[in-house]
């Protein structure tokens, strides 16, 4: 049966962190509305644009949050047509991508990005080709449903017991719990480490090769 490896793409791929901030603010105020906090604006990422809006704002409708939602994807695509956009890969990702690749493992993604935005992110690291399914908000419902890992497992090959979702955020662990796969923490992203925990991570790596040690620790599991 394959292994598969899904991935969150920003907190855990690339450090989007300032670029979806400069977007969100943008978005806020051209509708008259403060601009979030850094540390908030971080909690968020992960979530489909709508539902990230909505807990931003959780007292506007769902209109609102729709429109915000816009606001925030011409303003990064603004950013980008300016050359301002900054996804930087985390230091040993591409480390972590080839020994897992070594070892047998497939690879995919599970991200709130739209299918453009994504691809557009690791074609520029030249990665794209090495994913073999690629989940986005585009198809699926925000995180923390199940359907987008369910769709990666589906698609590779794998079942639930031999996949695993390393990702920075509570979403992503608890889509995994949700999919029956098991939950690696990407302790270098934008969520803590209790939080992840909390959300059903088997462990939390510090670093992108300690991946590698989780996985040797609880391959039996």
């Given at each position: 049966m394959n292994r598969l490896a899904i991935f969150d793409c920003d907190g855990t791929l690339v450090d989007s962190g300032a670029t979806i901030a400069r977007a969100l603010s943008t978005a806020f105020e051209q509708n008259g509305l403060p601009r979030p906090a850094s540390e908030v604006s971080r909690k968020v990422i992960g979530l489909s644009l709508a539902e990230a809006m909505a807990v931003l704002l959780p007292d506007a409708s769902r209109d609102q949050h729709l429109a915000l939602a816009d606001d925030y994807k011409r303003a990064f695509w603004d950013l980008r047509?300016?050359?301002?956009?900054?996804?930087?890969?985390f230091d040993g990702v591409l480390e972590l991508l080839?020994?897992?690749?070594?070892?047998?493992?497939?690879?995919?993604?599970?991200?709130?990005k739209s299918d453009r935005g994504l691809r557009l992110c690791l074609e520029s690291h030249g990665i794209h080709a090495r994913f073999v399914s690629l989940q986005t908000a585009d198809r699926h419902p925000s995180k923390p449903h199940p359907s987008m890992v369910s769709h990666a497992i589906t698609e590779a090959g794998a079942v639930p017991s031999t996949s695993i979702v390393i990702g920075d955020t509570s979403f992503d662990m608890a889509m995994a719990v949700s999919a029956g796969a098991r939950g690696i923490g990407a302790g270098w992203g934008y969520h803590g480490a209790k939080e992840l925990l909390e959300a059903g991570a088997i462990a939390v790596a510090g670093?992108?090769?300690?991946?590698?040690?989780?996985?040797?620790?609880?391959d039996d599991e």
């Open positions: 047509a300016a050359g301002e956009v900054e996804e930087p890969l080839d020994a897992l690749e070594n070892d047998g493992w497939l690879l995919g993604v599970a991200t709130g670093r992108p090769l300690d991946v590698l040690e989780i996985i040797l620790e609880h």
